[in-house]
């Protein structure tokens, strides 16, 4: 069955970096867009970056945009969010995901918190 996995996540200053991974299983995972999706408390989960099956083209949230990077590796089937210049407003759970066959799949996702 479909698994993502994510890991990265933590405490981290504003201004600093993480970088988040997730390694996806139980699909042919280089046949597949994926995307990263982040919920903050009390708020509706949102996308924040989103990466094609080559990796050739990517899409952000405005609000990530300049800072957030999303890349992958299908020979390892791990995709990877690479956080910079992190604001305490990026405070959320950070989620992996794929859409197949009409059916969004989620990772258990991974914390991220950003404060002084």
């Known amino acids: 069955q479909v698994q993502l996995v994510e890991s990265g996540g933590g405490l981290v200053q504003p201004g600093g970096s993480l970088r988040l991974s997730c390694a996806a299983s139980?699909?042919?995972?280089?046949?597949?867009?994926m995307s990263w999706y982040r919920q903050a408390p009390g708020k509706e989960r949102e996308l924040v970056a989103g990466i094609t099956v080559t990796g050739v083209s990517t899409n952000y949230a405005d609000s990530v945009k300049g800072r957030f990077t999303i890349s992958r590796d299908n020979a390892k089937n791990t995709v990877y969010l690479q956080m910079n210049s992190l604001k305490p407003e990026d405070t959320a759970v950070y989620y992996c995901n794929v859409y197949i066959y009409l059916t969004h799949y989620w990772g258990q996702g991974t914390q991220v918190t950003v404060s002084s």
């Open positions: 139980g699909f042919p995972f280089s046949r597949y867009a």
